[in-house]
């Protein structure tokens, strides 16, 4: 009975942890996810307009169905080597919130989509200190799934910095 009991406990300590979902992608061999509730779709490559004057990890924009979408390359954003985009490269539509709580649709180009993870809260954590020299404030945390680590990205605070101030490059 020791035994059943001890299995009666996890399962009843698993379902009071919060499980929370991530959609994750490649990026220059690792794997990094972002909450699955901020995805709105994921599209295939496709050429975007450039607009003049932004940093190089702007690519341009998009035209999603009438609401004019910027496209983020996260290899360039994170001075990563660039590659040309494949068939595998794909763009991930995202709603970001911003200090005001509103939400803006941005999208991140990425090498491709992985897997969508369920992790619970004993399996996610805090973002590591390297100390002052390294920037982690576009880490939301580290999830552990199986064997593995997946870097969790906070796309609020990382498409909402103030280097890439979109809305005010795009007013007309």
Do not use: C
Request: hydrophobic fraction near 40%.
């Amino acid at each position: 009975m020791g035994e059943a009991a001890e299995n009666l406990d996890q399962a009843v300590q698993v379902e009071k942890e919060e499980i929370s979902e991530f959609l994750t992608f490649m990026l220059n061999g690792e794997e990094y996810g972002v909450d699955i509730l901020r995805v709105q779709e994921i599209k295939g490559w496709d050429e975007v307009t450039s607009v003049p004057n932004m940093p190089e990890y702007i690519r341009g924009v998009i035209n999603l169905r009438g609401t004019i979408v910027p496209v983020i390359d996260l290899r360039r954003r994170f001075e990563l080597d660039t590659l040309e985009y494949g068939a595998t490269t794909v763009v991930i539509v995202l709603r970001v919130e911003t200090e005001g709580h509103a939400d803006r649709t941005m999208s991140i180009v990425v090498d491709g989509v992985s897997e969508v993870y369920q992790v619970t809260s004993s399996n996610l954590k805090s973002s590591p200190d390297f100390g002052g020299e390294i920037d982690t404030e576009f880490v939301k945390g580290i999830a552990t799934v199986d064997t593995k680590m997946v870097v969790l990205l906070d796309i609020d605070n990382m498409l909402n910095s103030r280097e890439l101030n979109i809305s005010d490059l795009l007013t007309v």
